[in-house]
């Protein structure tokens, strides 16, 4: 995912020590996100050009290797920010503005509900949330509307921690490759939301768990992997002895498989596109057990 870097956030510090502490965040909290899958830094320069006090940010980091090395792998590509990133979100006309001013990195995140980044220069970019206000003219209007928006920031290492579940509902809304076959491969992204939900700590803590973690955690890792919760399908295969969740894969290729949520485990169990079970599946992809015909599922009444 793409997220966009806050150029008022600059630092203007007198104490070099201070500015190098601003990157050395600025920097972690870049790498952090990558935990999250924000993995694509989009700003309105090359970061490395950024001027501090009249001095290249590469310059600053002439002594620091580790930050160099780092920067360079999250360093902004080509293209940079530009207006056509914004193009297809204006309605007629849209101004971004935190305190009266007007950042590029904030009017796209803003536009785009995505994450901005910030070196934490000052109290007001420490936030996890910056209020920008949004003004615009609708087409029709004659009268400029504003409103106050909340966009999601990082300027902290640990700001990653805060912004996870934000980032899991973005990444929900990917649209299924053309190519996904569910009969081939249940979970299409099993890699990604084994990471993202840290599903090894969750079986490490499984004993810990209780039927709501099984069945958030199921509802997660489904919808990451294009599968959405069949809520008719669901309520007939429900009963007073079985709690059952029903997802369907959203595939547009192969045939169509079933994920229903084991409340006793924390696991799936896999039913063909007639409702015949196949196999039961943990939440990382891994096979538990085969096939069990009692716990098929019923496609209608």
């Known amino acids: 995912m793409e997220y966009y870097f806050n150029e008022l956030s600059i630092p203007n510090e007198i104490e070099a020590h201070l ?50 090395r780092s920067l360079k792998t999250f360093d902004s590509k080509f293209p940079y920010i530009q207006e056509k990133d914004i193009d297809k979100d204006l309605i007629e006309w849209q101004i971004v503005s935190y305190k009266g001013q007007e950042g590029m990195g904030l009017k796209v995140a803003c536009l785009k509900t995505s994450l901005s980044v910030s070196f934490p220069s000052t109290h007001d ?121 029903i997802y369907e894969s959203k595939n547009i290729s192969g045939k169509k498989r079933y994920l229903s949520i084991d409340v006793e485990k924390g696991a799936f169990e896999v039913c063909d596109e007639r409702g015949v079970h196949i196999e039961e599946m943990l939440f990382n992809e891994k096979r538990n057990s085969g096939q069990k015909l009692d716990h098929s599922i019923k496609l209608k009444n």
């Open 19 to 68: 500015i190098i502490q601003q990157i050395r965040n600025f920097v972690m909290t870049c790498r952090d996100l990558k935990e999250i899958q924000f993995d694509t830094l989009r700003a309105d320069c090359n970061i490395r050009h950024i001027e501090i006090n009249e001095k290249l940010l590469v310059e600053w980091l002439k002594d620091e290797t580790e930050l160099r």
């Open 125 to 245: 970019w420490k936030q996890t949330e910056i209020e920008v206000q949004l003004e615009w003219l609708p087409e029709g209007f004659k009268t400029i509307l504003t409103e106050n928006i909340m966009v999601k920031n990082a300027s902290l290492p640990l700001h990653y921690q805060t912004h996870k579940l934000f980032a899991i509902e973005k990444l929900k809304q990917d649209i299924a490759p053309e190519d996904w076959e569910p009969n081939k491969k249940h979970l299409p992204r099993f890699k990604m939301s084994n990471k993202i939900l840290d599903v090894k700590s969750f079986y490490n803590n499984i004993g810990t768990k209780t039927i709501a973690d099984f069945l958030e955690m199921g509802r997660h890792v489904a919808e990451l992997n294009f599968y959405e919760k069949d809520e008719e399908l669901t309520a007939i295969n429900r009963s007073k002895s079985r709690i059952r969740h």
